[in-house]
């Protein structure tokens, strides 16, 4: 951008002196040529018209001094002619040159206003087209940063984006608040952990899933994180310099561990006391099916198999028919 700024800011109209002193030059040529050619068209015509050299003298010295004040004339009239178109045009160079400084400042709004039908009118259109299209995409591309912006603060994921060559472009917000509990805690530890996985990613292309386990430093407490290891990009090679290639995505399910693990523990503490109950207990569903009893009630009435599926009439085992009885509390 400063390079682009040093040549817009470059001398304005380096060549108007160049322009004036060639039209100068052309001018006098050409009213030289014409003189030239004038005075020996007619010095030749009048002699061989039999003038007298003396009048021929007198006429050629009023000739002279006709077509020099005449040159002098022309270029003093080319001379002030040249000046202001140079000056208008080194203007309007100005007008394009602070405009393009504005835009390289930043300050895409920036239109030029020439109201001409000549190439400076339809340069100042393209000018202003470009601008606005300059100005829409970059509107597209802010808004689309809001967006992506948005969407990685309120995951509740940790977004790491790593480039071809294993090393951690971006974090996203998530990653704070876990931070925000263990500040000595890296994001490199999640890289470390699931390097082999993300050498693979790199060579296969295949997105693969782990369940790790992370201890941070200074602190007790395992964390459990569920990760998963998906390629990004197009270009893995490690001649590119840091290409986007892989996203880890890591989500913290330390509390639902231990949740599911205090359900299980809950579930086995039930399941002891529930057999360990001396009288028979059997839980029916609404089939009359046995399908829950203790090891008091499977050892008394010989239940083998209580799997979802198998039929287990409480009538069969607890009085032998194939019926319910007429007096079964069921159809009370």
């Not at 390289?104 to 299209?133: C, H, P, V, Y």
């Not at 998530?174 to 530890?189: Q, V």
Request: hydrophobic share 40%; with cysteine.
């Amino acid at each position: 951008m400063k390079q682009i700024k040093e040549i817009i800011t470059a001398p304005r109209f380096r060549h108007r002196s160049n322009i004036i002193l060639t039209l100068i030059a052309v001018t006098l040529f050409g009213a030289v040529l014409i003189n030239v050619l004038l005075y020996y068209s007619l010095h030749i015509l009048l002699s061989a018209d039999g003038w007298d050299s003396n009048l021929l003298s007198q006429l050629d010295a009023h000739l002279i001094t006709i077509s020099s004040w005449s040159t002098v004339l022309a270029v003093a009239v080319i001379l002030f002619i040249a000046m202001i178109l140079t000056k208008s045009l080194g203007r309007t160079i100005s007008i394009f040159s602070d405009r393009m400084r504005d835009i390289a400042d930043g300050k895409w709004s920036t239109r030029i206003n020439i109201s001409r039908d000549d190439e400076f009118g339809q340069l100042a259109s393209g000018f202003n087209f470009m601008a606005e299209q300059i100005e829409d995409s970059l509107r597209k591309i802010q808004a689309a940063k809001d967006y992506t912006d948005n969407i990685l603060v309120s995951a509740p994921s940790i977004l790491i984006v790593l480039s071809n060559r294993i090393r951690a472009l971006s974090v996203s917000y998530a990653f704070e608040k876990l931070k925000a509990g263990f500040p000595s805690f890296k994001s490199d530890k999640f890289i470390d952990e699931l390097e082999q996985e993300i050498i693979d990613n790199l060579h296969t292309g295949k997105t693969i899933r782990k369940e790790i386990s992370i201890q941070p430093a200074g602190s007790d407490e395992i964390l459990i994180f569920a990760s998963t290891v998906s390629r990004i990009g197009n270009s893995c090679s490690s001649e590119v310099e840091e290409a986007p290639a892989v996203l880890l995505t890591i989500t913290d399910i330390t509390e639902q561990k231990r949740m599911r693990e205090m359900v299980n523990q809950a579930r086995k503490d039930w399941e002891n006391t529930f057999d360990s109950i001396p009288d028979i207990i059997t839980i029916h569903d609404n089939d009359m099916n046995i399908v829950k009893a203790n090891i008091a009630a499977k050892e008394a009435l010989q239940l083998e198999d209580l799997s979802p599926g198998k039929n287990k009439k409480c009538y069969h085992y607890y009085h032998g028919t194939d019926f319910p009885p007429d007096d079964c509390p069921r159809f009370e």
